[in-house]
């Protein structure tokens, strides 16, 4: 039977998308099968991470009974696997107890990429989640957003994997500490702000395949292993690793901005 792991936020613009597809990679390393399932469905963007536009079937069609999970999976050059969502079709009258069954019956672990926020799609959304992961940022707005998220998940009876707080680093930032107070006896894993991931999405790939060395690419396994259910060990030569990577940045020259644009160009902000 497949476990089905719901990424929620409160809000939108806290980095769900990006931290439910390395939490894929991540968790296929460990050996994993999974399908990481577009379940925004009238605001889809889980395809575009990817570079993936053109797809054979949808989780439209899923829910509609014109496709079954396999016929509307695509793989991505890392080996994600994805279930998008339509970015046309009208999503009025699906159900999901179809959906439930099918997704009993896969041996992979799906996550489940909600719309953000608390409307009512993505409440319909945790029927079919077993446990779910709430992603947060760490300022007040957010924050604030993710109890009333906590509180409807509990409403629903769902199992609480944890908090991730992502984009951390910040010195005017909400502690740990405080933002753990909001899901007590969850662990609250912290993904810091890493100027890779702004560039690993203009190359539509994960973090963890673009730069798995990063201090984000840590966080992200460190979760990943949490969820398993696994102790987290830092790969081979990872500390050299960072340090010959930001050894590497420090020493480009100035005078050759296209390289510099390269290795340090981008948006400071995790998307």
Same mark, same amino acid.
């Given at each position: ?9 409160? %809000?939108?613009?806290?980095? %769900?998308? $990006? ?9 296929? +390393? ?11 469905? %009238?605001? #889809? ?12 079937? $949808?989780?439209?069609?899923?829910? *509609?009974? @014109? ?13 994600? @696997?994805?279930? #998008?969502?339509?970015?046309?079709? &009208? ?8 959906? +439930? +069954? ?22 319909? !959304? ?19 957003? $993710? ?7 509990? @409403? ?10 992502n984009r951390t680093g910040k010195s /005017? ?8 107070t909001v899901c007590p006896g969850k ?6 702000? &890493? ?8 190359? +539509? ?7 798995? /060395? ?28 960072? !340090?010959? &990577?930001? !050894?590497?940045?420090? $020493? ?7 390289? *510099?644009?390269?290795?340090? =160009? =981008? ?5």
């Amino acid at each position: 039977m497949g476990e089905v792991i719901g990424i929620m936020s409160g %809000k939108g613009g806290v980095g %769900k998308t $990006t931290i439910a597809l390395n939490l894929a990679l991540a968790i296929q +390393k460990l050996g994993r099968a999974v399908i990481v399932v577009d379940g925004d469905i %009238k605001n #889809p963007n889980l395809g575009l991470y990817l570079g993936i536009y053109q797809y054979p079937a $949808t989780i439209n069609d899923v829910l *509609k009974g @014109s496709a079954d999970l396999n016929s509307a999976k695509c793989t991505h050059s890392t080996g994600i @696997s994805i279930i #998008p969502a339509s970015l046309s079709s &009208d999503s009025s009258g699906v159900g999901l107890s179809k959906l +439930k +069954k099918l997704f009993d019956e896969t041996d992979s672990c799906i996550i489940l990429d909600f719309a953000p926020g608390l409307g009512r799609e993505a409440v319909s !959304f945790l029927e079919l989640c077993d446990k779910c992961l709430i992603v947060t940022n760490p300022n007040i707005p957010s924050v604030a957003s $993710t109890l009333r998220l906590v509180n409807i998940v509990e @409403s629903h009876n769902k199992n609480i994997l944890g908090v991730v707080i992502n984009r951390t680093g910040k010195s /005017y930032e909400i502690s740990r500490e405080d933002i753990e107070t909001v899901c007590p006896g969850k662990p609250a894993w912290e993904i810091p702000e &890493d100027e890779n991931v702004r560039k690993s999405a203009m190359l +539509k790939t994960p973090l963890l395949d673009y730069k798995p /060395y990063s201090k984000a690419a840590a966080g992200f396994r460190e979760v990943a292993a949490g969820i398993v259910g696994v102790d987290y060990k830092e790969p081979g030569f990872y500390k050299l690793r960072q !340090f010959l &990577d930001l !050894f590497r940045r420090r $020493t480009v020259p100035e005078d050759l901005p296209e390289l *510099k644009n390269d290795e340090d =160009g =981008g948006d400071d902000k995790n998307p």
